[in-house]
């Protein structure tokens, strides 16, 4: 079967997204955020990473690149406005819950970035928070083709 599959159109990239593909990314926004943070040249983010909350019981995170101390957080808005999200709590009882968890993820020492669906569709945005923050990126080089050579017309 795998001799098939590997002969077969698209192996190559869809062994790719195979190989890329995590459980651990909670809505199509983190995973977007995924690709273009990989896409950019940044080190790949750990995901979900746990947290002890000072108040009791635990975080997580959704990027996370502890080497550089550095926390991403992908928050559309509807975290913050829809009843399945808010779960009986008023927006602005979330909005400081948020807050606070923040407070504690950077009393740890964490520089916390956050972005949304606008940075995701304006890509240089995401690249220049994660940048500004201090996130280290190898900067992606294009490739030309060679010159031909030989007598012009």
Known sequence: MSAIFAQSRGAA???RAVQFANGRAVN?????SRILVLESGFPSPELQTEHANPDGGKYFTDFEWPRHRIVGEFDGRGK?????FLQGRAPGDV??????????LRAEGNTVVRW???ELHHPGLLVALLGSAGLPFRSRELTLPPRETGASS
């Open 28 to 32: 199509p926004g983190e995973s977007l």
């Open 80 to 84: 913050y406005l829809k009843d399945e």
């Open 116 to 118: 949304g669906w606008h």
């Open 95 to 104: 909005v400081y819950a948020e807050k606070r968890r923040e407070d504690h």
């Open 13 to 15: 990239r869809a062994t």
